[in-house]
């Protein structure tokens, strides 16, 4: 995963592009900061104890065109960053919940933001990640059935309106 990481990079980074990276674990982040240290490339830091003054000033520097890639774990990211400096995310393991995914690709859509934005999931194959994944797309689908508004009236049957009204299902 390492290895496809360094080549992703050194696309984006050739190109002139600028990156978002999210992993849950601190520990995958520490290799991948030896890997850009290795590759000579400058990123900027951000986990669950970096302070708020500091978390402040990460997110303006980066803004202000500091760093190429900024690494963020995936809690520390889901509170309130507005990061539409970077046009790429990397998701480099995949979470549980994919609305927090989703909240982290979300960093860069935001108000102010003029680049199409491309995400990268890194995912082993066959491996519990791809089944995570899986687990996730059936889950989202089976929300978007119940909460997506459309969705929801088309997979309402003959039975589900019995029920509603007062009949059993």
């Given amino acids: 995963k390492l290895m496809v990481f360094r080549e992703i990079v050194e696309e984006l980074v050739?190109?002139?592009?600028?990156?978002?990276?999210?992993?849950?674990?601190v520990k995958h982040l520490d290799l991948v900061r030896e890997a850009l240290n290795s590759m000579g490339i400058t990123y900027l830091y951000?986990?669950?104890?970096?302070?708020?003054?500091?978390?402040?000033?990460l997110v303006k520097d980066f803004q202000a065109g500091k760093g190429q890639l900024f690494l963020i774990s995936l809690k520390a990211g889901g509170f309130g960053l507005?990061?539409?400096?970077?046009?790429?995310?990397?998701?480099?393991?995949?979470?549980?919940?994919?609305a927090v995914e989703a909240q982290a690709i979300d960093r860069t859509h935001r108000i102010g933001q003029k680049q199409t934005v491309f995400a990268y999931r890194l995912l082993i194959?066959?491996?519990?990640?791809?089944?995570?994944?899986?687990?996730?797309?059936q889950k989202g689908n089976l929300a978007n059935d119940?909460?997506?508004?459309?969705?929801?009236?088309?997979?309402?049957?003959?039975?589900?309106?019995?029920?509603?009204?007062?009949?059993?299902?």
């Fill in 46 to 57: 951000l986990d669950g104890s970096t302070s708020m003054p500091q978390r402040d000033k």
């Fill in 146 to 169: 119940i909460l997506g508004e459309e969705n929801f009236a088309q997979a309402l049957t003959l039975n589900d309106f019995h029920f509603l009204l007062g009949g059993e299902a």
């Fill in 14 to 25: 050739s190109n002139n592009h600028r990156a978002l990276v999210f992993s849950q674990f």
């Fill in 125 to 137: 194959k066959d491996s519990i990640e791809e089944k995570i994944r899986l687990l996730q797309k």
């Fill in 82 to 98: 507005n990061l539409t400096a970077a046009s790429y995310v990397v998701l480099f393991d995949p979470w549980w919940n994919p």
